[in-house]
């Protein structure tokens, strides 16, 4: 499965944006989608992850309560609704495909596919 992340760009902190990630090549249905983020100098880390039926979601603390992760398998594309949005929310956000495990679930190792990245930028 090709991912294509979107809808990133510059926003004043308290601000808010939405991330698409579309899939093309394959279904994502079957697939636990997620996304990441890494800032400059930093290593990639977990945001939010969602299970290919939407049942179960899992959010880093630092966006617990600011973010909200959903998708919609019929257009094959998955969202991050971020609100509130902070300076240090400043990364490159990748969207990723796989099927992990729940102890695996905010491991970048355990995501196969991976989007290009969009940037996001929040000012203070």
């Known amino acids: 499965v090709q991912l294509q992340a979107s809808g990133g760009g510059l926003v004043q902190a308290r601000g808010s944006l939405r991330l698409s990630c579309a899939a093309s090549?394959?279904?994502?249905?079957?697939?636990?989608m997620g996304w990441f983020r890494q800032a400059a100098g930093e290593e990639r880390e977990f945001v939010a992850g969602?299970?290919?039926?939407?049942?179960?979601?899992n959010f880093a603390d630092s966006v617990k309560g600011r973010f909200t992760i959903s998708r919609d398998n019929a257009q094959n594309t998955m969202y991050l609704q971020m609100n509130s949005l902070k300076p240090e929310d400043t990364a490159v956000y990748y969207c990723?495909?796989?099927?992990?495990?729940?102890?695996?679930?905010?491991?970048?190792?355990?995501?196969?596919?991976w989007g290009q990245g969009t940037q996001v930028t929040v000012s203070s």
């Open positions: 990723a495909a796989g099927n992990p495990i729940i102890s695996t679930f905010t491991l970048p190792s355990a995501y196969k596919n």
């Open positions: 090549g394959r279904t994502m249905s079957s697939y636990t």
């Open positions: 969602i299970r290919w039926s939407g049942g179960y979601t």
